[in-house]
């Protein structure tokens, strides 16, 4: 099938790629003149594993392509699918002008009948009034049809997740718009599922607020762990083997991050308000979140005493390992926190380095090559993200290498028991702390 993505970001890239290696001719349309040359140049500006190889081999089967007009996607495709974002305002509400945006944008030169979808996360009813613009602005009165279509990959994982995916949503009013999309989907053997098109808007909602809420769970199950002195990794294997529940998004650590949890909990509390049904569990949800981390950055003070002129080391930017993403990565705000009270921090990541030294709440932090690099001399390490590299580190050469063995682990990577006798400071989340045996 012609099919087309606009926008050409963490969702639209990968599905556009994943759509043209399962055959369909796919144009990715971009409105970042830099972005659609260095993809048209060869070059990925996002890092996914596995991404770059499918889009190489996708563009010299010249199934896929890259261009920063609207009209080439539209001209050119059956189906076109919206992948732009819908970022939080500060009110907690989602800034849909970018749905917007594009919905004139295609109205204005559709010219046949086209299904235009929407796989951007957005509120309940967005759909309504996307087609209501779209019928606005619609010039040659072209016939179309909406089509909610939510993305549930996970970063670090997109290009499998997207391939195999656990089930194809698809909201519609129409048997010609749900026909097209099936024939779509027909290559990737997915159950699929269709609904009406607000019950599709609602159940991404819904299912990020859940995993929100499993994490949050856990995490504050960790607090209850840290004061009898439990285990929560142990607690958690207890539940997890219930088949009812599942040992996934059952890890304690430093609170959950990334572009999409933080917003979409906002989001989805908003909504629910606004139609006078409040779901207040979700604010418990955010505030088991932010206190998960204030709890981490107390124990870093009460151990280290003072911050400023320390040394500390982070190992760890993105927001979750597998990925070069930092936005509302926990990690950069525990290092503003660090960095606020004085401390020198000396971080690295092995993806997330080029994009956080752009931040400007990164100014002072000292970024260097390698995890070992970040410890030489460090009277502290705090891991805040769980890239496999750090939980296979030499802890014997780590301790050497530090100037006082402490470590907080946001992550649970290490055994407390073998770090003790290792000689360190171990400090984890939901698990006694101990000393040096
Ligand atoms: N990132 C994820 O893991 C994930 C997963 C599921 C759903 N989502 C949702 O998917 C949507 C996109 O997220 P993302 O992470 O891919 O965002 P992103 O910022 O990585 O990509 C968005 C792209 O859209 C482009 N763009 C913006 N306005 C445009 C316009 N008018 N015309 C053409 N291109 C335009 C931007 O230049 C950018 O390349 C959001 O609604 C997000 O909530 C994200």
């Known amino acids: 099938m012609d099919l087309s993505i606009v926008g050409s970001g963490y969702v ?6 994943c759509f043209a290696d399962v055959g369909h001719n796919v144009v990715c349309v971009d409105n970042d ?8 140049a060869g070059k990925v500006p996002i890092y996914e594993p596995g991404l770059e190889e499918v889009i190489h081999r996708n563009v010299s089967a010249r199934r896929l392509r890259f261009t920063g007009s609207i009209k080439d996607g539209v001209d050119n495709s059956q189906i076109i699918f919206i992948a732009v974002p819908t970022p939080q305002q500060a009110s907690g509400e989602v800034d849909l002008s970018y749905i917007e945006k594009v919905a004139r944008e295609i ?4 010219t046949s009948y086209r299904v235009i979808v929407d ?8 759909g309504e009034k ?3 613009s779209i019928k606005r602005y619609n010039r040659h009165g072209a016939e179309f049809d909406v089509v909610s279509n939510p993305e549930f990959l996970r970063e670090g994982c997109a290009v499998s997740d997207l391939m195999h995916p656990d089930r194809i949503v698809i909201g519609a009013q129409n048997a010609k718009a749900i026909d097209l999309m099936k024939k779509v989907y027909e290559p990737f053997m997915a159950p699929i599922l269709v609904t009406d098109i607000n019950s599709a808007e609602l159940i991404k909602h819904a299912a990020n607020s859940f995993l929100a809420l499993k994490i949050s769970y856990i995490n504050a199950l960790s607090a209850i762990c840290e004061a009898s002195g439990a285990d929560v990794e142990k607690v958690a294997d207890g539940i997890g083997m219930d088949r009812r529940i599942g040992r996934s998004f059952l890890y304690a650590g430093i609170g959950y991050g990334g ?3 933080p917003k979409d909990i906002a989001a989805f ?15 418990e949800v955010q505030r088991i979140n932010a206190t998960q981390r204030e709890r981490f950055l107390k124990v870093i003070r009460e151990t280290l005493w003072v911050l400023r002129e320390k040394k500390i080391a982070v190992w760890g930017l993105t927001f979750k390992p597998d990925t070069d993403d930092i936005r509302s990565s926990v990690a950069l705000d525990l290092i503003a926190d660090m960095i606020k009270e004085g401390a020198h921090v000396s971080a690295y990541d092995p993806k997330g380095m080029e994009k956080a030294r752009e931040l400007k709440e990164m100014d002072g932090v000292h970024f ?6 970040a410890i030489e001399g460090a009277e502290a390490l705090v891991i805040a993200t769980e890239w496999s590299e750090f939980a296979n580190i030499d802890l014997a050469h780590l301790k050497q290498k530090m100037t006082t063995p402490i470590i907080f682990d946001g992550r649970n990577l290490f055994d407390p028991k073998t770090m003790a006798q290792l000689g360190f400071r171990y400090h984890s989340i939901g698990r006694a702390s101990v000393t040096p045996q």
């Not at 003149?33 to 048209?40: A, F, I, N």
């Not at 109205?107 to 559709?110: F, H, Q, R, T």
């Not at 509390?269 to 569990?281: C, D, V, Y």
């Open 12 to 17: 639209g890239l990968v599905t556009g790629a």
């Open 33 to 40: 003149p830099r972005k659609v040359e260095s993809l048209q």
């Open 107 to 110: 109205a204005g030169v559709l």
């Open 119 to 126: 796989k951007s996360t957005v509120p309940v009813k967005t």
């Open 130 to 132: 996307v087609a209501e």
């Open 259 to 261: 572009s999409c949890f």
């Open 269 to 283: 509390i908003k909504i629910s308000e606004q139609l006078g049904t409040p779901f207040n569990l979700l604010k």
């Open 368 to 373: 260097v090559s390698s995890a070992m690099e």
